[in-house]
């Protein structure tokens, strides 16, 4: 099995021994054993979405989104312009880290396609969002904050999900159709 980093550069040279037989790094005194090696696919090129698939994500989402050719990706803002935040009193624009996100491209082999976002919420959101998603087939990723501070509270949502580019976008917009996110609303 191949190795997962440079075999020739000792991680923690005082605790690994290379067994020169196999090629790797073995534990010594306790330390943390070596990582096998899974090989990288080779780098490919992620097909486009099509024109039809925009519309669709765009129709389901209520929104006009960009799309970035060199990356494959059409990404939807999700600003909160309806929050006022403060940190320690002074107010913050929320182009400062309070503007979500969704992104949806093609896997590499173009048979499937995949949805990131990030979503901003307040406290009382999170979750009702969590089962909006879970109920709707995507998966949470993280649940997470970005600043000290701040007033209101805000957490941030990771959301992700496998299928067609029109399902997941179906399925986005049914989980934030209750939320303040969705563009519609």
Not at 62 to 90: C, F, M, W
Not at 133 to 158: D, Q, W
Request: one cysteine or more.
């Amino acid at each position: 099995m191949p190795a997962l980093y440079d075999t020739s550069i000792p991680l923690f040279p005082s605790r690994l021994a290379k067994d020169r037989r196999a090629g790797h790094y073995s534990c010594l005194a306790g330390g943390l054993p070596a990582l096998p090696i899974i090989a990288a696919p080779a780098p490919g090129k992620t097909p486009t979405l099509t024109a039809a698939e925009i519309t669709a994500v765009e129709a389901a989402l209520g929104k006009k989104g960009i799309y970035v050719q060199a990356q494959a990706t059409h990404s939807t803002p999700l600003p909160r312009n309806d929050l006022k935040v403060t940190i320690k009193g002074e107010p913050v624009p929320i182009s400062f880290g309070f503007g979500g996100w969704v992104a949806i491209k093609h896997t590499l082999d173009g048979k499937s396609a995949m949805l990131m976002s990030d979503t901003v919420l307040l406290q009382e959101e999170v979750n009702p969002l969590i089962s909006a998603a879970l109920a709707n087939g995507l998966e949470i990723g993280a649940v997470h904050n970005h600043f000290f501070c701040e007033e209101p509270r805000i957490f941030y949502m990771h959301i992700h999900g496998m299928g067609s580019p029109a399902e997941l976008a179906q399925k986005f917009a049914a989980t934030l159709k209750n939320s303040k996110l969705l563009p519609a609303n």
